[in-house]
């Protein structure tokens, strides 16, 4: 909860006019918005109000009629049937009953707005004589993701090839947003990165100057990445999904004549022009796994401890010059599931993982409604153990109603990276 600060502008003065006591002093609260604030009304003399009146408004403003914030009549009151509080304050004013006992009416009002600065008044119209007071609210603005005209939408983020062999570039994209936003990319620990200056476009509409703004960073460090898009004009700030860029990945894999890369190259020639020969040729290097179009597949890979707060990602073998296809990726809880970006378009909404399995070392993916184009090599590897492993799965997806030869399968040991 954010601080709030109470000032009074003087002294406790009070006149006597028309039958009720005023307060010339105006108390001043400033609390930030989306927290709490607690709005003071007390008798001096702390007698008992619980079978007393006291009611809450907000004065009309400008065009705006006055508002109903809390009324309590000796136990009744807006939060147990009594009728008539304005809709904007309905399930978020409080008060705390045994404070009554000492001649306490103060309200609490939660998650504020910033329409609910203003003026307030707590009057107690059955005392002799009758006492009101006054609480000026002053609620400051914070950043915040907000729907309103103009606000940028979320950031696309998207990993870009690099002429050089051990970096990777990141492009962050917003479109159509007024007024201009700041885009700002973070590692994962929430550091600020530098990056090349934006790219912007303006495109000039008829309710606004509209803004089309790049910002790409070259990263060589294997990460979890974000950007920012901030408009301080109107309070808005929005963050990406996360990506998963790895540098050291992208350039072990360009090497592609050595040890694993030869392999995989192989693999996928066979596996693309020669799939029933796949099981022969490789099958003392991998694990294979044969499926029928249209069903549902487990591609299996374990270690022999706990990976719930660890790491592990799935990919697919590329064509000649691109990266793999982004399969699965979980990392502490976080996945393609549930917050993470960069899952490759064809297998979004069709990869889950086995959350309950994790504490057994099982990090194997459930890939729904095969198609002929899934049928190919995959790694799952483990980056962050000791040493980091890798594994290798061949897939065969066969036609519906075909009759294939099913020469069994032999699976890889782990392989050090």
């Given amino acids: 909860m954010f601080g709030v600060k109470l000032q009074f502008s003087s002294l406790c ?36 109000i619980e079978f007393k009146l006291f009611d809450w408004k907000k004065p009309a403003q400008k065009d705006q009629p006055r508002k109903e914030v ?18 904007e304050f309905k399930g978020r004013v409080f008060f705390s009953q045994k404070e009554l006992k000492q001649g306490n009416a103060s309200i609490t009002i939660r998650n504020t707005t910033v329409t609910d600065r203003g003026i307030y008044t707590c009057v107690f119209p059955r005392l002799q004589p009758p006492q009101r007071f006054q609480i000026k609210l002053i609620v400051a603005l914070i950043l915040k993701v907000r729907e309103i005209a103009g606000a940028s939408p979320k950031p696309s983020v998207t990993i870009l090839d690099h002429p050089e062999g051990g970096a990777l570039l990141l492009q962050c994209f917003v479109q159509g947003a007024y007024p201009k936003p700041e885009l700002q990319w973070k590692d994962n620990a929430g550091k600020n990165l530098t990056a090349a200056e934006p790219q912007v476009t303006e495109r000039k509409e008829k309710d606004a100057t509209r803004y089309d703004v790049t910002l790409q960073i070259t990263v060589t460090k294997t990460d979890y990445y974000s950007c920012v898009a901030t408009q301080h004009e109107i309070y808005h700030q929005i963050t990406s999904d996360k990506i998963y860029a790895s540098p050291k990945e992208k350039l072990i894999w360009l090497i592609g004549g050595l040890f694993l890369g030869s392999v995989l190259s192989a693999l996928v020639v066979v596996v693309w022009f ?11 290097k991998v694990k294979l796994v044969r499926a029928e179009e249209g069903k549902t597949v487990v591609l299996p890979c374990s270690v022999k401890e706990n990976i719930e707060s660890n790491h592990f990602r799935w990919t697919k073998d590329a064509q000649e010059n691109e990266l793999p296809k982004e ?79 099913d020469d069994g399968a032999t699976e890889l040991s782990p392989l050090s990276v």
């Fill in 70 to 87: 809390f009324f309590y009549d000796a136990g009744v009151h807006y939060n147990n049937g009594h009728p008539g509080q304005s809709e």
């Fill in 13 to 48: 003065l009070c006149l006597v006019l028309s039958g009720i006591t005023l307060g010339l002093g105006q108390g001043v609260i400033s609390v930030t918005e989306d927290s709490d604030v607690v709005l003071p009304c007390s008798l001096s003399t702390k007698e008992n």
């Fill in 274 to 284: 020669k799939r029933h020969q796949i099981m022969r040729t490789c099958r003392e």
């Fill in 327 to 405: 399969v699965f990726l979980y990392y502490k809880g976080n996945h393609y599931n549930n917050s993470s970006g960069g899952q490759s378009e064809e297998f979004k909404e069709r990869v889950k993982h086995i959350q309950t399995e994790l504490k057994d070392g099982n990090a194997s993916i459930i890939i729904t409604n095969i198609k002929r184009a899934d049928t190919g090599i995959y790694t799952c590897e483990f980056p962050l153990l000791e040493p980091p492993q890798r594994f290798l799965i061949g897939l065969i997806v066969d036609g519906q109603g075909e009759d294939e030869d």
